[in-house]
């Protein structure tokens, strides 16, 4: 079983949508999430930390839940730009980032 | 200011080769790490340094593949004997510090392509 699961997508999705990805961590002792964006053949970039009590940035919501081992991000308004593979991530140790194989989204006009 | 930097961008050697992969991390940075992406897979952690020291190399695949850093600054991935099953994209990432809160910065990446 990978430490980071998600659906792979992709979500297509008309502008000014809404769109939920979901993720699942295994590994209990996990202490810090995170979503990254990344675009065709580019670097991932952080778009968020994810809080326990739930946190927003504009469009963009991410929420946690411990108990269940789940972490989702919530995109409103969705725009053609949103379009990209979003990772959810994991942090167990103060190294390394554990990264789900990502969920693409493409966001249609 | 400039932020990570990787070269080559991309790398094309044939099965058996040595290669090297470098890392310019983003200056003042302590913390640097490797990762190493599939085709459809999100990237998979190879190593980690504090300063001129590997933390963790616990990623590492197997022997052939080591890295230094120095000087605390500049990375170097080294593979030996390159197989096929070694292409991918290799990313490094640079943190000020490794606590829960820095975030990872990542450079372009270079790709590898084994024949």
């Known amino acids: 079983r990978k430490e980071v699961e998600q659906d792979p997508g992709p979500f297509n999705v008309p502008e000014g949508a809404t769109v939920a990805f979901n993720c699942t961590y295994s590994?209990?002792?996990?202490?810090?999430f995170f979503w990254y964006r990344q675009d065709c053949r580019k670097e991932p970039k952080l778009l968020m930390s994810?809080?326990?009590s739930g946190n927003e940035d504009g469009r963009f919501t991410a929420q946690l839940n411990r108990a269940s081992q789940y972490i989702s991000l919530l995109i409103r308004d969705s725009k053609l730009s949103d379009s990209a593979t979003y990772l959810c991530?994991?942090?167990?140790?103060?190294?390394?980032?554990?990264f789900g194989t990502g969920t693409r989204l493409q966001v249609f006009p | 200011g400039a932020g990570v930097s990787q070269t080559p961008s991309n790398k094309v050697t044939e099965k058996g080769k040595y290669v090297e992969l470098r890392c310019d991390p983003i200056?003042?940075?302590?913390?640097l790490y490797w990762y190493r992406q599939s085709l459809g897979q999100g990237p998979e952690f190879l190593i980690y340094?504090?300063?001129?020291?590997?933390?963790?190399d616990s990623g590492l695949p197997n022997d052939r593949f080591f890295a230094v850093r120095p000087e605390g600054s500049v990375s170097t991935l080294k593979i030996q004997r390159t197989e096929r099953g070694d292409s991918a994209v290799y990313l490094c990432?640079?943190?000020?510090?490794?606590?829960?809160?820095?975030?990872?910065?990542f450079g372009p990446g270079t790709r590898l392509t084994v024949l």
């Open positions: 990432a640079s943190s000020l510090d490794s606590f829960w809160t820095d975030t990872q910065y």
């Open positions: 200056s003042g940075h302590t913390a």
């Open positions: 991530v994991v942090k167990i140790n103060t190294d390394k980032l554990i």
């Open positions: 340094f504090q300063g001129t020291g590997a933390a963790d």
């Open positions: 994810v809080y326990s």
């Open positions: 590994n209990s002792a996990s202490q810090s």
